[in-house]
């Protein structure tokens, strides 16, 4: 990976036919924060995620990442995201659940996994070899292999 990138976004609007999903959103994320994106079902903030990972195309305005507009699709190749809740095999470990994701994606290196265990602070999961061992942790360490996940793809780059 590159280090953090910035993100802005530059009055986003989204429509679909008479429908606002989103109404001119400006928004500058400075490398090292951390946002969540709060509100009611219908808000908008899926479609905003949608958009900021260049899913869904705006229907005005446009959004940066690194100084670049998304429009160019190799912005993507530092980026990692978890939407929702992170999917795993819970009779699996951290490790053979990383180890799952790097051949699905077929990534050659063989190093990727031991990088975002590393990177994650995972390394006291790593041997774990109990039936639903990772159903069980607590959720910040589920989230932290769901984070690992896509670092695990960026560290194969």
């Not at 050659?108 to 774990?128: H, Y």
Request: with cysteine; charged share 20%.
């Amino acid at each position: 990976m590159t280090g953090r990138l910035p993100l802005a976004v530059h009055g986003v609007s989204k429509y679909y036919g008479p429908v606002v999903a989103l109404d001119d959103v400006t928004l500058d994320v400075k490398a090292g924060e951390i946002y969540a994106l709060l509100g009611l079902n219908g808000a908008g903030k899926t479609t905003l995620i949608r958009i900021l990972l260049g899913m869904v195309h705006p229907t005005s305005g446009r959004v940066e990442l690194g100084h670049r507009s998304t429009a160019d699709r190799s912005v993507w190749a530092d980026v990692g995201y978890l939407v929702e809740t992170a999917a795993a095999y819970p009779e699996l470990t951290v490790v053979e659940n990383l180890e799952v994701i790097r051949r699905l994606r077929r990534l050659r290196s063989r190093t990727a996994v031991d990088e975002a265990v590393e990177l994650f602070g995972l390394g006291p999961l790593r041997q774990q070899t109990r039936p639903g061992v990772v159903a069980r942790q607590r959720p910040a360490s589920r989230s932290r292999q769901g984070h690992a996940a896509p670092a695990c793809t960026a560290a194969a780059g």
